[in-house]
Structure formats: structure tokens, C-alpha cells
């Protein structure tokens, strides 16, 4: 036997079924209350629970008041959501870290790479800005390796890649996370400072240089090693070891 399901599921099937055919759009407001409840024939407090949990989602965000931007109103970008469900997750230990790390590997080798292969048209100033930041010695290591996270995710922005970048904001406090939790397993903190502003800058020097297979080493390499050094859990060899060179696509391969 299934269960059957409750109100407020179906006005979330609703509105996913009005996103899908196209009748409501980033930065629609959703129905009233009242005519949800009117037309789907459930109550106002099912009505109420399913725009809560679209909320919790980063799916819609709600005021109160009058006026244009009072009610529910579909946004574009839920990155709070992700934000919100990936740090329950690594918490729970429903994420295991050496996922995220395999995740970041996946995704930001693929951005460093994206991005030197275009180096002509990409932004850097913000992530530049960034490093200087980092170079300020009065930084506790929270503050630096807030800035470090920080610094991955001006990247994954900078690809232009609107889920990329909203899943690396997802990413962001579990990686905070498991980097300061590394903190007490690195002997000498200044060392490690030094050297993870080094390897940033390559990757930099390497994405502004458009080459594209030492941006795509260097980043993996960058990532993997804290890894490896705050960690009491090595990843597999196949996820720490450091790529030479680009694999082609199916497309390219042909």
C-alpha cells in the first residue's frame, strides 16, 4: 500500500506543472492563497504549507505587505535552498565529505579549464581581489579559508554557468566546513597559508595564460592536497590523482 498524498503535495505539483508548461516564470507572483485554495479544492493551511516548503527550497521567496513585491514570487536562482539542503546533508552525514572533495574535483577542474580556454573574455578582478585579501597576515585561518571558499565559488561564477555556480554555493559551507575542521591536523598554519596563496595565484597565472590543461592540474592538485593533509579519510587514487591533461568528449573523440 502507498500512502496517499497529502494537500499541500499537490499544490506543490501544481505549480511545478505551471513552471514546467510555462505559466509562471522567474519573477511571477504565485496565486493568492485564497485562489489557490478555491481552485485546487484543498485549504488555505495546505495552500500555506506548500509555499513554506517552496521557501525552504529557494524556490519562491515571500513578503508581507502590499505591493508589487509582496506575496510569493518565483525567483530565478534558488541558491539558498541548495545552500541550505547540502549543509543539512554534510551534517547529518547523508554528504559524506569525500564526496563533496569529489564533487569539487569534477566540477571545478571543469571551470578552470572552461575558463582559460577563454581567457579573453573572463572577469578575474573579483577573484584577484580576493587573493590580496588573503594576503593580509592579521587573518585568523577562519577568515582565510572563508575567504579560500569564497575564492572557488568567484570562479564557478565567473564560468557563466548558472548551475555550476549555484552548486558550488550549495557546496560553500560544507566546504567551509570540512576545511576548518582540518585546521587542528595542520602543524604549522603559516606554512600552509603560504602555500595554498601560491597555488591560488597559478591557477590564476593559468587561466589568464589560456592554458588550459595547467589551470585544470593546478585547481585539482590545489584541492585534493588540503584534502589529503587535514583529512583522516584519504579519497581513492582515481579521485585524488592529479589529471595530465583534458580527456576529450564523445564529440571529440569521434
Known sequence: MTAEPRAWEGVLAHIEARLVDGRLRPGDHLPAERALSADLGVSRS???EAIRVLEAMGLVR???GSGPTSGAIIVARPV?????FMRLQVAASGFPVADVVRTR???????AEELAERPSTVDLSDARQLLDAMDDPALTPQEFLALDAQFHLVLAEASGNAVVAATMAGLRTSIEGYVIAGLARIPD???MAARLRAEHREVIAAIAAGDAAAARTRIHAHISGY?????PEPL???STRTPS????SAHESR
Open 236 to 238: 581513492d587514487d582515481s
Open 189 to 191: 598554519w603559516e606554512a
Open 105 to 111: 574535483l569534477l566540477l571545478e577542474t571543469a571551470v
Open 80 to 84: 539558498g535552498g541548495m545552500q541550505a
Open 46 to 48: 495546505s495552500v500555506r
Open 227 to 231: 584534502y589529503r593533509d587535514a583529512s
Open 62 to 64: 515571500t513578503q508581507t
Open 245 to 248: 591533461a583534458r580527456t576529450p
